[in-house]
């Protein structure tokens, strides 16, 4: 019997078991994927704990997609020029190898737009947005890149990842706003501004200021399926995406990872619509 996990803190808002958990289902593979909520201080013990156990691989998620670094064996390498983590595969040895599938997720529901957008604006620099940075650096249409966080140190370290391919990244606290006089085709929200306990909230007060008619809006949160941001960007007539087809094609990628196996249509049909 295989077993996979969801790790993060908190986890009420993750639709990862059910997917996984149907996936297994359909391909007759015997084995549960469960949610793991990890308190922020217990991580370090917990996963020394957990590599003495028959895990089989997990997912890791919002806080701790950084510091799993420090507890692998090895990283893919698209992983560790990203400096971010979300898929661990675990072999038989119990050796732990680290991937990142957010890349994938994010760009797959954003295929058609990408040869239209020249500039973004990223709003946050944890583990998400490293992913999201470095696969908007990549492509070649994308001329300006702006970042705005909370802490100013953490973005401050993003931008020094991203020297190479982003040399003009402009960096801010997400408090002073970034007023440049100048729109941004997408904005994506990879703050965690929006969800659970700061769900009703939004990372931008000055979203007008920083669009034209064609900016898309991006939210990587999916639970709510609508943040205030997507619903004030969806009010001003703007192309809108939420965090849903990113989930399940990380996810997807994530299991194939783990069992050859891409997630059958079903999944797809049932959490497209959820
Ligand atoms: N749809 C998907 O498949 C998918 C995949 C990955 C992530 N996500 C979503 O993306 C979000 C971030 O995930 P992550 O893994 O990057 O988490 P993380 O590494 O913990 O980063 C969290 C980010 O949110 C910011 N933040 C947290 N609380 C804030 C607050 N009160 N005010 C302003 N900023 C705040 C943090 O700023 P500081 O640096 O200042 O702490 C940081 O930039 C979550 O909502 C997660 O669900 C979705």
């Known amino acids: 019997m ?78 560790a020029a990203i400096g971010a983590v979300n898929t661990v595969v675990c072999d038989r040895e119990g050796k732990w190898t680290g991937y990142n599938t957010d890349i994938h997720g994010f760009l797959h529901p954003l295929k058609s737009n990408i040869p239209e957008l020249k500039s973004c604006l990223i709003l946050g620099a944890g583990g998400a947005a490293r992913a999201v940075a470095f696969a908007l650096a990549d492509q070649p249409a994308i001329k300006k890149m702006a970042i705005l966080n909370r802490t100013l140190s953490r973005a401050k370290e993003l931008k020094a990842d991203l020297e190479i391919q982003m040399p003009s990244l402009q960096i801010r606290c997400l408090s002073g706003g970034i007023h ?5 085709d997408l904005i994506v929200n990879t703050s965690s501004v929006g969800m659970g306990s700061l769900s009703g909230k939004t990372p931008l007060t000055d979203l007008p200021s920083l669009i034209h008619g064609g900016t898309v809006v991006y939210d990587l949160i999916y639970n709510p399926a609508e943040t205030l941001l997507l619903r004030e960007a969806r009010r001003l007539g703007l192309q809108t995406l939420n965090g849903l087809p990113m989930l399940i094609e990380q996810g997807s990628q994530a299991f194939y990872l783990w069992t050859g196996h891409y997630f059958p249509q079903k999944v797809y049909d049932i959490f497209s619509s959820a």
């Open 180 to 184: 440049t006089g100048e729109p941004y």
């Open 2 to 79: 295989k077993r996979f996990l969801i790790i993060g803190y908190p986890l009420g808002h993750t639709f990862s078991p059910k997917m996984h958990n149907l996936a297994l289902e359909h391909y007759n593979i015997s084995g549960r994927y469960e949610a793991m909520a990890i308190d922020p201080g217990e991580f370090d013990q917990a996963m020394e704990t957990l590599k003495k156990e028959n895990i089989s691989g997990f997912n890791i998620t919002v806080p701790y997609k950084q510091s799993i670094l420090n507890h692998l064996d090895k990283v893919n390498p698209a992983a």
